[in-house]
Nanobody, 122 residues
Framework: QVQLVESGGGLVQAGGSLRLSCAAS????????MGWFRQAPGKEREFAAA????????NYADSVKGRFTISRDNAKNTVYLQMNSLKPEDTAVYYC???????????????WGQGTQVTVSS
């Protein structure tokens, strides 16, 4: 069982930056693919980024590519999402998720955090 807790959300102006963190419990963190998803009001949850267990593989949605960077520190059981050049359309609840398959599909992830709100003002 893995428990995930996100932090780092908040209110930021367009063009600004935020760094989200997701702390995981358990001793097998490095075995899991970790992903970040987001859900805006009235919209379905969508994939943002994913990283393999060792960190050597990353994948991004086209909407965030070049602006967001996913990384992880397995010694700290933590995955990060650095978000730069934020836009109002990035406003959403951001969730981290853990699974065993490299995927952009939410149903492939087994463990989910509670989410953290990111609001980007114009």
């Amino acid at each position: 069982q893995v428990q995930l807790v996100e932090s780092g959300g908040g209110l930021v102006q367009a063009g600004g930056s935020l760094r989200l963190s997701c702390a995981a419990s358990g001793r097998t963190f490095s075995s899991y693919v970790m992903g970040w998803f987001r859900q805006a009001p009235g919209k379905e949850r969508e994939f943002a980024a994913a990283i393999s267990g060792g960190g050597g593989y990353t994948n991004y949605a086209d909407s965030v590519k070049g602006r967001f960077t996913i990384s992880r520190d397995n010694a700290k059981n933590t995955v990060y999402l650095q978000m730069n050049s934020l836009k109002p359309e990035d406003t959403a609840v951001y969730y981290c998720a853990g699974g065993i398959v490299r995927s952009s599909r939410s149903e492939q992830y087994d463990y989910w955090g509670q989410g953290t709100q990111v609001t980007v003002s114009s």
